[in-house]
């Protein structure tokens, strides 16, 4: 992982720091010790701060005539900005529960509508080359019937609320959220609940969904911006997780099975690997207890994501 790397490189680049340091106290003493007299500074021209100042000076003074290429999105002359708008949004208070879950609000009572969703650490990067795919294909096998919710009962309540029930998978998260009025917040909250912990992922479904997601596959293949990411990621992160598509090949899209969902579900929806958001038309203490009272089922595996991406790093090359 390329963290993983910056932090052995950091580690590596003390040692010869901490070592000069010694070698330059002890030089110090030796010197004041010593009856020679101390050697002349050498002149100001030669001193290190006066060539850097310069080099700055005249990296400055290509400021005076910028490339308009490096305008089009912004200036690169500090200015003030001004930070009321982040100040004046709502406090977001964290609660994490004994299984290591964590909520979060943003409680803002003069809305009439909420955002309720589940952010997760998991996504493409946990899978290997035979089930790369898995974490998306389980994204749209979700909302394909739960126990006691069929597809058809889980589509007619959300459009019952008026509400609208999203989610997506990145390399590094899979999200799900829903929009609602302030009366359906719990509502969507047992959703939510009831797709990540009781979903069937029907065989005859799975079959179908295959079509569904090759589809996809073949209209981002027509999208210039997803498949330069596809191909930065590939070339950036060689031979390691985070270099594979969110989608996975289309061998895999055809061979992904039940067994390898239910796998991903249990082994990386976990709870300290979660976050259940609110914000709007929410109570910190209520929905706090809403959330103990649904999520019962979840594993409370400790691993984070940090310990589990370790088991299979990704590696920036950057020669
Ligand atoms: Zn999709």
Redesign the pocket.
């Known amino acids: 992982m390329a963290w993983k790397r910056l932090l052995t490189l950091t580690r590596r680049s003390h040692r010869p720091l901490s070592t000069t340091a010694s070698r330059s106290f002890s030089d110090a003493a030796v010197s004041t010790s010593s009856p020679i007299a101390p050697p002349t500074p050498p002149p100001p021209t030669a001193m290190i701060y006066d060539r850097l100042a310069e080099s700055v000076k005249s990296k400055i003074k290509i400021l005076e005539n910028p490339d308009p290429r490096f305008l089009k999105y912004g200036s690169p002359h500090p200015t003030l900005k001004t930070h009321t708008h982040i100040l004046s949004s709502p406090e977001t208070r964290i609660t994490t529960l004994p299984n290591g879950l964590r909520v979060a609000t943003e409680s803002n009572l003069a809305s009439k509508t909420a955002t309720v969703g589940v952010w997760i650490d998991a996504g493409s990067r946990f899978e290997s080359d035979e089930t790369n795919g898995t974490a998306?294909f389980l994204?749209?096998m979700i909302f394909k019937g739960t126990e006691k919710r069929s597809v058809k009962e889980l589509e007619e309540e959300i459009e019952n609320m008026g509400g609208h029930l999203n989610a997506y998978?990145s390399r590094e998260q899979t999200t799900y959220y829903a929009k609602v009025m302030d009366k359906d917040v719990n509502k969507a909250l047992d959703i939510l609940a009831d797709i990540l912990q009781n979903s069937t992922f029907d065989e005859e479904r799975m079959s179908r969904e295959r079509d569904v997601?090759t589809m996809?596959m073949k209209e981002v293949e027509g999208q210039t911006e997803e498949v330069i990411f596809d191909h930065l990621h590939a070339t950036a992160f060689q031979y390691s997780p985070l270099a594979r598509t969110i989608?996975g090949p289309a061998k895999n899209i055809e061979t992904i099975s039940r067994d390898d969902i239910r796998n991903y579900i249990q082994t990386h929806y976990t709870a300290p690997r979660m976050v259940i958001v609110a914000s709007g038309a929410v109570k910190h203490e209520e929905f706090v207890g809403e959330v103990k009272k649904l999520f019962t089922k979840l594993s409370s595996d400790p691993n984070h994501c940090f310990t589990v991406s370790c088991q299979g790093p990704c590696i920036f090359y950057w020669l």
């Open positions: 998306h994204e749209h998978t997601i996809e989608l």
